[in-house]
């Protein structure tokens, strides 16, 4: 049980620059003669006013900026006393009892002090005014003793609930930094896990002489829930996946990195190896999915393609992902389907696969459904990215069309994240955006898609 002092052991300080005979006469006898009845009298210490300023000087904080709550922060928690009545002569310097109000804010000591009106006028009115912006009680010296035996009695009765406040104070800056530094700490966590995912996604492409990549990759949050990956499986043939976990994210992120580490794309070694199909390795990726999520309500959409360099055919498979764009030469945008489930919900889901040929210039394009609210539409509502629209689809076979060359492409997809960037709600994505275009360098393309 927490222990509280009574009244009679508190502790009251006078402290006064008058002569001890003026000081008994005049204020200390006739204030404790006065002393309320219902309280118990208390210990009477009586100091000069440069001795009570050093007793303030031994407990001060070490910053003397800080105010009472940060001095509470500092660890300065007990007052000199209960409560401390000054007197002031006329001849007592001002800046002094300004310091001496200022050490007692900062112990949390409540005070009275009677002060002589002093000449000129304007000096008088200053120095209240600063001793009460301080939280000190200013009296003239006509106050009645029995006056001031009531606010010091009432200012002691006060003094044991400051006391707790204080004390709790204190207790909840202690545990708001405990926070502040637990959230230092998840963000530099945070910080290294974005670091490691983007070693793990290939932000760059394979250099192949037949076909250029862009991506665009912006996470919504520190780590994303989509990850591609673009690899030369072979001499003559290139996969390029892209996955999207539910979510968003830590959890959303270490899914997407067991999906893609996951992924079969060649069986066996040297001469012997062989190109798992796409709709194969996505079978396979889903029953390995299902057998680690163990019941969970754990999913994720992915695409899979795999380019033939020398044709310049494409096999694609799909596990519940939005249908890639394939955009011809003259602008033109058709969207081939292939069936599947999404990835994590029945072990033996089978998938179906299709095949595109980019042999004539096509381009293809493989995006995530943050796409879908990061391009807003036109009209009412235009920029409201909450809202899912179709203009996506445009603006990736525009990216998609802008790709004559690699510098054109990556020209084109520099403008494409500076639009993103520009636009409202560009500060708080609403889903993670990635795309990738495949453009095999066959024949310029000319065409444009209207909005």
Known sequence: MEHVKRLGDRRLIIATDMSVRNAEERWITPTLRYWPDHLETPKVQRVGLYELRSMLDETKPHDRGLGARDSLAAGVLDPVADAVLIIVGPGYPSTHLYQIADHLDRTITPAVVVITDR??????????????????????????????????GALMLRQPALERLASELRLGQLSQQQIHDELDRVHIELHKAATLQHEFVRCAAPYTPDVDFGVIYRPA???????????????????????DAVGHGVPAGMLTLFISRSLPKIDGFAGAARVVPPSEALARLNHAYCGRAQGQSRFATAVYGVLNTRTMQMRMATAGHPAPLIVAP??????PTSD?????VFPDGLFNEVTVD???????????????????SEG??????????RRHETELANLALAADDREGLAHAVTAMQAKLDTQIGSLHQADDV???????????????VAA
């Open 434 to 448: 990635t795309a990738v275009v495949i453009a095999p360098r066959v024949q310029p393309a000319k065409g444009r």
């Open 340 to 344: 599947g489930p999404l990835l994590g």
């Open 330 to 335: 003259n602008g033109d945008v058709s969207r």
């Open 119 to 152: 000449e000129p006028v304007e000096h008088a009115r200053l120095a209240r005014g600063v001793l009460q912006h301080h939280g000190v009680l200013v009296e003239s010296d006509k106050v009645s003793p029995g006056h001031l035996s009531s606010a010091l």
């Open 380 to 389: 009412p509502g235009a920029f409201d990215v909450s809202l899912a629209s």
């Open 221 to 243: 949050t520190y780590v994303s829930g989509d990850i591609f990956d673009i690899e030369q499986l072979d001499e003559h043939h290139i996969g390029i996946f892209l996955a």
């Open 358 to 376: 980019l042999s004539d210039g096509s381009r293809a394009v493989f995006f995530s459904d943050g796409f879908e609210v990061a391009s807003p």
